[in-house]
């Protein structure tokens, strides 16, 4: 049985994870870690969540510093929000929340871990065709992050739901309208000369599961999976064998979190040491 926030018989300062399933998240050792690191006196929970507005309700009452927000409830969870950041106004998706005067204040930090785990990829996918899989909330994420810091010539997308990625590039084309962004059928796929791949869908969480064909890995190709559990998809194994360069989604959750945890504390995350605690734990 879940625990609910008021239950918590904690005097630290709380911070928490809401979401669906949340047992298997790494974000409750990432935090945790650094804040007994730093000697701060908080602690960090992860919610099951069944009852969106009940929980938040609960999390006023414990006067909850701040909370991430995973799958299902990044959008679901805006309207309960006092104000929302340049970013989530544009993405529509909210993965953190600092409580500041009594009003909640929604941030994505999705967006910004994506983007400084790819620097070191700045110039290769300068002026370059990029492939995204997916639409759902960190496609748009990552579509920001693409579109704000880096130069790339084009953005096909490809979304199971077709509507969903028309939609994403309809409510996008404000932002750096220099960019084409096209939908794209899977059987399109193949014929297209793409330097750097993102699977920000779902699909590669079951072992043995891709949207793509092995054989559409190149040499030299970046091929970027958000999924980091399992740690190697398909996605990455196909790509790896091609001699792409293969990156999962473990940077970017390590990333995601300091950004999250600067909003919160003002101070940065020892993330080094969070890499290794997160290490001692595969
Ligand atoms: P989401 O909003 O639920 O979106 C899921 C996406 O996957 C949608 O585009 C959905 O397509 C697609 N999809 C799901 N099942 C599919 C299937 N059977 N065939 C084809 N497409 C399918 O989830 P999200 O928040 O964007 O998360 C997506 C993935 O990124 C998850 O695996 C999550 O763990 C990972 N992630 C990682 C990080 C990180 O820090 N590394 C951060 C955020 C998310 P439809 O629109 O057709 O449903």
């Given at each position: 049985m879940s625990i609910r926030p008021?239950?918590?018989?904690?005097s630290k300062k709380l911070y928490a994870l809401l979401g669906s399933p949340v047992q298997h998240s790494l974000s409750p050792l990432i935090h945790n870690t650094s804040f007994e690191i730093l000697g701060l006196d908080s602690v960090y929970h992860a919610f099951d969540v069944h009852d969106l507005g009940q929980v938040l309700r609960d999390l006023k009452v414990r006067c909850i510093q701040g909370f991430n927000v995973t799958v299902p409830y990044k959008e679901s969870v805006m309207p309960y929000l006092d104000e929302l950041s340049n970013e989530v106004k544009i993405i529509?998706?909210?993965?953190t929340v600092v409580e500041k005067n009594g009003k909640w204040i929604g941030h994505n930090t999705d967006a910004k871990g994506f983007s400084r785990t790819l620097r070191p990829y700045k110039n290769a996918v300068a002026n370059q065709n990029i492939l995204l899989l997916g639409a759902g909330g960190s496609a748009r994420a990552v579509l920001y992050a693409l579109l704000i810091d880096y130069e790339p010539k084009k953005i096909f997308i490809f979304n199971r739901t077709k509507e969903r990625a028309l939609n994403m590039i309809e409510e996008f084309k404000?932002?750096?309208?220099?960019v084409e962004r096209l939908f794209i059928s899977l059987s399109s796929i193949a014929g297209l000369d793409i330097t750097l791949a993102v699977n920000a869908s779902s699909v590669g969480m079951k072992p043995d599961e891709c949207l793509l064909g092995a054989d559409f890995f190149k040499q030299g190709m970046i091929a970027y999976d958000?999924?980091?559990?399992?740690?190697?998809t398909l996605f990455l194994r196909h790509a790896r064998a091609s001699g792409a360069i293969g990156i999962n989604g473990l940077e970017m959750l390590i990333e995601q979190a300091a950004a999250a945890f600067e909003i919160w504390t003002g101070q940065a995350m020892p993330a080094n040491e969070v890499r290794k605690k997160l290490g001692q734990k595969s």
């Open positions: 008021t239950e918590i018989n904690s529509g998706a909210v993965n404000t932002l750096r309208p220099e958000l999924i980091y559990n399992p740690a190697s």
